[in-house]
C-alpha cells in the first residue's frame, strides 16, 4: 500500500511548520502528482497574517470545495464591485465546516486562528489567475496596503 497517504496529526503538523517559515504564512501540500492533473486535492496550510487576494474562477469547471480540518477561517463573498461582503465562518468544530463556492464569484479566505489548516478540492490543471479574475478594487499580495486591507477583513468577523 504504498501509495497510500494518511492525513494524520503529524501531516497537519509538518504543513503548518512549512507555512509559519514561509514569507507568504501559507503552504499547499498537493495530493496530485501535476499541476496538469484532471483533479487537484491539496492540504492549505495558512497563518492568519496571510493574504489571499480576494479572486474568482470564471472556468466553469473551476468551482472548488473546502473543508477546515484545524483552526478557524472566516470566507468572504463580494459582488463584482467588491460592495456587500458576505460572511461565514467555518470550523471544524462549528456549526459550518466547509464551503463549495461557485466559478465567478468572487471570494477570499482569512485565518481566524493560528495553525489553520483546510482541505481543498478543485478541477485541473492549473492555470494563473487571470487579470480578470483578481479582484481589481482590492490590493494585491505585494502591494503595501494588503496588510490594511486584510485587517479590514478580518474585523468584518469580530464585529
Same mark, same amino acid.
Given at each position: ?86 460572511? %461565514? ?18 471570494? %477570499? ?17 492549473? /492555470? ?23 485587517? /479590514? ?7
Amino acid at each position: 500500500m504504498q501509495d497510500v497517504q494518511l492525513i494524520d496529526r503529524a501531516l497537519l503538523d509538518q504543513v503548518s511548520h512549512m507555512a509559519r517559515e514561509s514569507t507568504r504564512r501559507r503552504k499547499n501540500y498537493n495530493f496530485h502528482a501535476a499541476d496538469g492533473d484532471a483533479s487537484h486535492r491539496l492540504l492549505n496550510a495558512m497563518e492568519p497574517d496571510s493574504y489571499i487576494q480576494p479572486h474568482r474562477h470564471n472556468d466553469p469547471s473551476k468551482d472548488e470545495t473546502i473543508i477546515v480540518l484545524r483552526g478557524r477561517f472566516g470566507v468572504v463573498f463580494f459582488d463584482r464591485c467588491g460592495a456587500g461582503p458576505v460572511t %461565514t465562518v467555518l470550523d471544524p468544530g462549528g456549526p459550518t465546516v466547509g464551503v463549495t463556492v461557485p466559478h465567478g464569484i468572487f471570494h %477570499t479566505l482569512v485565518a481566524l486562528a493560528p495553525e489553520g489548516i483546510f482541505f481543498e478540492s478543485k478541477a485541473g490543471p492549473y /492555470r494563473p489567475l487571470t487579470t480578470d479574475e483578481r479582484a481589481q478594487w482590492s490590493p494585491a499580495e505585494q502591494d503595501t496596503a494588503a496588510s490594511e486591507y486584510l485587517a /479590514r477583513l478580518i474585523r468584518l468577523f469580530h464585529g
